[in-house]
């Protein structure tokens, strides 16, 4: 049986939540274990799966890629935006974030939810059992995945999960949209991602680290989820498919049958808004961002 159908990528966000939501090792961190998810676009959609309802914080992604620009914003809800921004969040929001001091993590813990743990504690208490996801910024043609990071200390969060992964032998998984597809090796363009040495950056200037664990993209999320093959055939469209991906499934009758179905249950996903600062007012601009404000007309 064969079929073709079109995701943008809230929807394909959604639909890899689904198939994490299926692995084995998920599972059993979920009943028996810990279970961390970094704030991000596609944890959102993860968070709400397994819960049934939406992230109990303001933050709901920390940075990310605006028109204007790369951004360290905290999601769309904190400082003056947010309903009740909290002294740990305002912390952390400042010129010099220290990784381990990271408090917005949505955490599952034996299924029990919690959220506000410094990012520090929760890695030294992962085991070989437990799972963290953390979203990315660039996926190569390899199905190697890099994430941006803006932060003064070398790496940001990423690197400080990863060094922990590696100690600790927890899963480390990546949701990776195929909007996020770059044409060249993520090894190759993290060399080229100098982030304390650009003249000019639309934004906060970025490193890219390239990042080791299970990725998990629209095309490995049909195959968990049915066992039927899926090929990208397209990629963008229009009038709100801008980076949609459009697929062919291929595969028995009741393969093609289940993956369809789960495409269909993750259409019309849509995020929350992303209310940004105004950079006139924002504390990083002079201090670690260095967007060359003046009269951009985008900004």
Known sequence: MLAQV?????????????????????????????IVLHPSSSTYFLFEEVTGRKPPT?????????????????????????????AE???YSSAKPNPRTFPHCWVLRKGEVSHQEPLGALLEEMGPDDVFVKGVNALD????????W???????????????QRRKGFHLIYPAGMEK???FSIKEVAREAKRFEYDYSMGMPCGLL????????????????????AIPIAGGGLGGAEGAVTL?????????????????????ARLPPVRLSNCHECPLASASCGFPLKDKHWV
């Open 6 to 34: 079109s995701l943008i990528p809230a929807e394909s966000k959604k639909l890899i939540s689904k198939a994490i939501t299926k692995m084995d090792v998920f599972q059993q961190a979920l009943t028996k274990g810990l």
């Open 58 to 86: 303001n933050v709901w992604v920390c940075g990310l890629i605006a028109p204007k620009g790369t951004c360290i914003e905290m999601g769309a809800m904190l400082g003056s935006h947010a309903s009740s921004a909290n």
């Open 89 to 91: 969040e305002v912390a």
């Open 141 to 148: 043609r390899e199905g190697r995945v890099g994430v941006l």
């Open 150 to 164: 803006g932060n003064l200390a070398e790496g940001g969060t990423a690197a400080l999960v990863m060094a922990a």
């Open 181 to 183: 597809l770059i044409p």
């Open 210 to 229: 390239p990042c080791e664990g299970l990725v998990i993209t629209e095309l490995r999320a049909i195959e968990i989820l049915s066992g039927a093959k």
């Open 248 to 268: 062919v499934i291929k595969g028995d009758k009741e393969q093609v049958t289940k993956a369809i179905q789960y495409v269909e249950d993750s259409k019309g």
